[in-house]
């Protein structure tokens, strides 16, 4: 969603950033951070995906970083801990992209794990269980379902194979009415006066409706007016900061390191960017 920023003040006034909030799917990287960061509405969306009605978050992370030297860092929307210490990550992918999905999360789950694992265990009994649910709005593999868990089995037989590692691909685009396709109906749109999902509703009516939940995202209005005044653009810090590389990179014709260059984007944030940017593709 763009928006034209108000040329009356150097912020969103509180009418023109209600709105602006109003308008906002979890989709939508800001509003979903502010969403994740929340632990009963996280708790609510991982009950949903799991089937799991009791699992409880210990710990939740949000645009969490494991950097890596040797290759490029990954930024998980959130990554969470349950009480029997399992983890779980959630990744939000907004368009197809042309990205390879199969070989990022295969990164994605290879580093996690590395991260996570007890270095000096010889027998690899700490390696964590690890859950990834990759949403996406549309149906990426076109196959006309909601879920897409990938089912391991040994050689022709129907012996499930665990090792601990649980992957599945969810859209919002197939609704077969079980749900998790409620749920997805729901990312797609947001709205603040939809109760149908709990606690994930609450909070999500909270951030849209309230003084409290205003107060909370009016630090955003800063951070998009400081992004999206070259361009005119409101989708906050990151989404601001991405289109104006975006627009550097098509009206200079330069790299996106160059253009990241030009606009002082910091070297730790370069990643950060290109992820971002490679999200939108």
């Given at each position: 969603m763009t928006k034209k920023l108000s040329k009356s003040s150097l912020l969103l006034t509180q009418e023109e950033l209600q709105?602006?909030?109003?308008?906002m799917t979890l989709f939508n990287d800001l509003l979903a951070r502010a969403v994740l960061e929340d632990k009963e509405a996280c708790e609510h969306i991982l009950r949903v995906l799991t089937g799991i009605k009791t699992l409880v978050i210990k710990k939740n992370k949000t645009q969490y970083v494991i950097s890596k030297l040797s290759s490029?860092?990954?930024?998980?929307?959130?990554?969470?801990?349950?009480?029997?210490?399992?983890?779980?990550?959630?990744?939000?992918?907004?368009?197809?992209?042309?990205?390879?999905?199969?070989?990022?999360?295969?990164?994605?789950?290879s580093?996690?794990?590395?991260?996570?694992?007890?270095?000096?265990?010889?027998?690899?009994?700490?390696?964590?269980?690890?859950?990834?649910?990759?949403?996406?709005?549309?149906?990426?593999?076109?196959l006309g379902k909601t879920c897409?868990?990938?089912?391991?089995?040994?050689?022709?037989?129907?012996?499930?194979y665990n090792d601990g590692l649980h992957m599945c691909y969810i859209n919002a685009e197939v609704d077969d009415n079980s749900s998790i396709a409620q749920l997805m109906q729901y990312f797609a749109t947001a709205d603040a006066?939809?109760?149908?999902?709990?606690?994930?509703?609450?909070?999500?009516?909270?951030?849209?409706?309230?003084?409290?939940?205003?107060?909370?995202?009016?630090?955003?209005?800063?951070?998009?007016?400081?992004?999206?005044?070259?361009d005119g653009r409101a989708e906050g810090l990151a989404e601001g900061k991405a289109e104006s590389i975006k627009n550097l990179m098509s009206t200079m014709?330069?790299?996106?390191?160059?253009?990241?260059?030009?606009?002082?984007?910091?070297?730790?944030?370069?990643?950060?960017f290109k992820d971002l940017l490679a999200k939108e593709q």
């Open positions: 709105k602006h909030i109003l308008g490029h860092n990954i930024i998980m929307d959130v990554l969470a801990e349950d009480a029997n210490n399992k983890l779980y990550e959630i990744e939000i992918q907004k368009a197809d992209g042309g990205i390879a999905h199969e070989k990022r999360m295969l990164y994605y789950t580093t996690i794990i590395n991260e996570y694992f007890f270095k000096g265990d010889q027998t690899y009994a700490s390696v964590p269980e690890l859950h990834i649910f990759y949403i996406s709005q549309t149906d990426i593999w076109k897409y868990p990938i089912l391991k089995f040994l050689g022709d037989t129907n012996t499930p006066g939809d109760f149908s999902q709990g606690k994930l509703s609450q909070c999500i009516n909270n951030l849209k409706t309230t003084k409290e939940g205003l107060a909370t995202m009016d630090n955003f209005s800063k951070q998009i007016y400081e992004a999206g005044i070259n014709n330069v790299s996106i390191d160059q253009a990241m260059d030009i606009l002082k984007t910091p070297p730790e944030e370069h990643q950060y």
